[in-house]
């Protein structure tokens, strides 16, 4: 409990330093990227000059129903966020498809499968559902539930990940197989944008698997505009 609150500390105390410089610029354009989070874009609205869009394409002016949401201050704080529900559900569309392929998952499984893993918090013991927070995978010949988490927030060894960090669960064997050939992915239900932590932190592969599918729905747009 006290490293999981220094932790917390030491990163309030990081942004208040970085406060006074919330931009990163990209390019000859001068496109600008959150100072915690260069993956993320910021435009102006074209409509409400007090408000920024937010997104994980470079495109501009931006499409707006591919954006993760607008904001009225820079940096976004969870009161300030308006997240766009439609991008959520792109966001999960791609955890169904490419959770289980994402090395980092496949190494958690790894590990929760190994001995002594089952005492680990990143699932539930086998029976219990995905947003249980009780134990870990279960012992020899049982399974359980792999939770899919926000990076920006890690949680201590040993524990899982704040239901707010977490994007769904994925279904394990005691071999630390994935069941069936999506993994049975679930859908946390609980999951937020943004939050005190920081804003969508997601591994490379899959930042690099929810870009390509924006890319692909931003293409088909323009098409039928």
Partial sequence: MYSS???RTVRCIQSTFEAASVFRH???RGVSTLADNPHIY???HPIEPNRHILSLLPTEPPTASLAIGTTTSIPPTPDTLTENHQFLGILQSVLYTYALQDPEVKQQAA?????????????AGAGAGPASKQGGIGGANKGGWLHVSDSRNPPDWGRIA???????????????????????YQPSGTYRIITREGILGLSPFLRERLVERLREL?????QHS
């Fill in 218 to 222: 931003e293409k088909q747009q323009k």
């Fill in 26 to 28: 990209r390019g000859s």
């Fill in 162 to 184: 704040w239901p707010e960090d977490i994007f769904g669960s994925l279904e394990v064997d005691g071999n630390g197989n994935f069941a069936e050939s999506d993994g049975n």
């Fill in 111 to 123: 590990v929760f499968a190994s001995p002594g893993g089952f005492n680990l918090g990143s699932g």
């Fill in 42 to 44: 910021v435009f102006k």
């Fill in 5 to 7: 609150t220094f932790s």
